[in-house]
Nanobody, 119 residues
């Protein structure tokens, strides 16, 4: 089975930083694209950042220059470094990975980790 587990969420003051991690476990042959999404109460889930196997990144305009996505292919992990956090960054953050396992490539989601930015 494949499972994604996020960690690193919590309460932080505006202007602070957090580093989110997501680890994939199970029978994994290869992970293609990885990404982070977030969903705030009353809002739809939105793309935060993505990264390809080759390291190409893409960011939502709202987080560009503040957030950095990275990956460690050897450890099947993806990270999201969040700096200069704003209250509007408050949301549940989900990681997503496109994984080839015993089945053809499929997208997997973590259960989410809550990030709260508040004074």
């Amino acid at each position: 089975q494949v499972q994604l587990v996020e960690s690193g969420g919590g309460l932080v003051q505006p202007g602070g930083s957090l580093r989110l991690s997501c680890a994939a476990s199970g029978s994994i042959f290869r992970i293609d694209a990885m990404g982070w999404y977030r969903q705030a109460p009353g809002k739809e889930r939105e793309l935060v950042a993505t990264i390809t196997r080759g390291g190409s990144t893409n960011y939502a305009d709202s987080v560009k220059e503040r957030f950095t996505i990275s990956r460690d292919n050897a450890r099947n992990m993806v990270y999201l470094q969040m700096n200069s956090l704003k209250p509007e960054d408050t949301a549940v953050y989900y990681c997503k990975m496109n994984i080839w396992s015993s089945q053809p490539t499929m997208y997997y989601w973590g259960s989410g980790t809550l990030v709260t930015v508040s004074s």
